[in-house]
């Protein structure tokens, strides 16, 4: 970490939000040709660095957003070629309110960590004898209005062309009217390297079609529900603004906009007279469609771009079959992947929300760390949960960053307090993220969030050894919960937690024995084994039956372990009589729907796995996609069958956690999955099903491309596998025993038989 000698600053006025800072230098003379340079830069709020004009990256929205308190990342820019002539130069800093700032959660409050925006930079350069000079952020910068009047993550960004000044960080630029810069009290404590990838602009989508709401609006549909912001240029009169708003969906033939809550979702773009390009980089917005008012003349689908931001992450994982709405499916997997992970693993993009909820990434994690190499992104975000969970003496709170300590809790989750499924994200991420990445150093880095959870759980236990005690969210989002009541599902709480206690006990426990712990390692089998009596004690007849009887509380009973020989049978036959009951729609919630179809194939049940996952009707995975959904859906009927917006007060129609389905068909359907952390053996299992004739999977493992092809052929199941060198893997195909592979290609045909 470098030695600090910058400090925090601040405009002397607040500038609608958005000053500019710059502070022009020149490099010193006789010391030779510049060696290298490179910038550190961070804010409160966010920022975007310039030197001489040009942007220093392409990394935008940075620094993100991180607990604060304990953690203010910086990141650092190679500028050498930027400073290879020598003589005068400027640096500027463009500041954003971002989520330092603006707006957070439903409160319709902003800055809770304070109300000052400000800059930090640092740049250091050296010279070839040696010579270091710094060109640091103090008092005797330079601050201004920018041509952003408003700016808010929620609300979006407005923008005035006639002040936009586009030499203000060059040296051509003029001083005049510029003030000057407070120092901030700072602690460079805080400031941490940032670990995670930048947030940048990955695609972009053309418009797919313009047309007149009956209520007389400009409509654009961009045919992909996605995360970003438009970019046009335009001319008109000067003065004139364009209004764009931003939404999900279309209700009624117009702009569904309920379900962004209080969020105004809305850029306004004030126009100079002359040509004008526009791209509100201060905010962000969940959308297909836009409503667009004040172009001037005819809007053409080629007027508008969409620009897709989140997060820098390779993309690893591949599927395909012969079903092309499975398909669609994993696309809608894919896409609420991207559109979350913008710099903080969020629950949705586009509403008053947009928090880190640990719930929906308890689950999720297989299934993300399967699409894209998502261990820097998390192991950087799990760096925020120990943070606060270190604060909060243990507890593992339901979002991180915790803005909800700072806010009244509502009364349908009062807290804190450990939460299963939640809190439980310390145990099962980086469990996830070692089977996924086989990195024990991630591993023991965040052994100590997962034992400080665990040792806080035991303590919460009721005398009977259930964890039946606090508030608990359970099987949330139950389809046959009522719209206004989505915590009211029919799995009992408590076998729900106890279930989840269970496995991160056991798994806390198999963590200990990787990091060679083993007292700590008997310590969590020995609560792992009491919770697993107290669980079949209190919650499971002689015969299986479990309490509340549904298909959630069965799924976490036989995929976590809980059950065993003719319990667990039963149990596994009551599960696929519950779905077929159910006409194999969905009948689970958070808690079940990751873990339903595999303990339907686990117990014998595949074609029930399978006619749950090809369901067309509501509530199923594919009705969404029938309703041309392209990302996946916070509730099963977020949107109903007649093109209504589901009554509650609470949908989203981007919102990854039911997608976790994707790691099922992952590891089923193409049959792709570690048996050693990273991959370095692996299981080939594909389980043909369902009517499909084929399937294909890749991944990306730290050792090289595993691959599967499967195909119903003629002579049976022929099946094409790549094992990645330096690796093996053992192939089980239907009707045949299992064999090792080595590295290399491999070409096998086995008959299909019933499953």
Known sequence: MPTWHATMISADADHDGAPLLRRRFTLDDGHGEVRRAVLHVTARGVVEAHLDGRPVSDDVLSPGWSSYEWRLRYRTHDVTDALAGGGEHVLGLALGNGWSRGRLGWSGRGAFYGDDLGGFAQLEVEFADGHTQLVVTDTSWQS?????????????????????????????????????????????????????????????????????????????????????????????????????????????????????RSAKATDRFTLSGGEDTFEPTFTFHGFRYAEVDGWPGELRPQDLQAVVVHSELRRTGEFECSDELVNQLHRNVVWGTKGNFLDVPTDCPQRDERLGWTGDLAVFAPTAAYLFDVKDFLRDWMRDLAAEQRAQDGLVPFVIPDVLKFMEHPPEFPGPDSTAIWSDVAVWLPWALHQAYGDDDLLAEHYPAMTAHVDRVAGLLSPTGLWDTGFQFGDWLDPDAPPEKPADAKADKGVVATACAYRSARTTADAARVLGHEQDAERFDALAQRLRTAFGEHYVDAQGLVLSDCATVYALAIEFGLLEGERRAWAGQRLAELAEKAGYRVSTGFAGTPYVTGALSSTGHLDAAYRLLLEQGCPSW??????????????????????????????????????????????????????EPGYRRSLIAPRPGGGLTWARGALQTPYGRLAVRWEQGGAGLEAEVTVPAGTTAVLRLPGQDEHELTAGTHRVTAPVTAS
């Open 144 to 260: 201004h209005a920018s041509a952003v009047t408003a700016n808010d993550l929620y609300d979006g960004q407005s923008v005035d062309a006639r002040r936009l000044d586009p030499a203000w960080a060059t040296v051509e630029g003029s001083p005049e009217g510029w003030g000057g810069v407070r120092a901030l009290e700072f602690d460079t404590a805080v400031l941490t390297e940032h670990v995670g990838p930048p947030v940048r602009r990955q695609e972009v989508l053309p418009a797919q079609r313009v047309w007149t709401s009956p209520s007389g609006k400009t409509l654009v549909d961009f045919g992909q529900n996605l995360v970003g912001w438009l970019r046009f240029t335009v001319r008109g009169e000067a003065g004139s603004t364009i209004t764009i708003r931003h939404a999900e969906v279309l209700e009624k033939e117009e702009l569904g906009v309920r379900p962004l």
């Open 622 to 675: 594919l009705y969404p996609v029938t309703m041309g959904a392209t990302t996946i859906w916070e509730r099963w009927d977020s949107m109903l069958p007649d093109g209504s917006i589901n009554p509650g007060e609470m949908t989203s129609f981007n919102h990854y956690a039911l997608g976790a389905v994707a790691d099922w068909v992952h590891r089923t359907v193409v049959g792709l999955s570690p048996l």
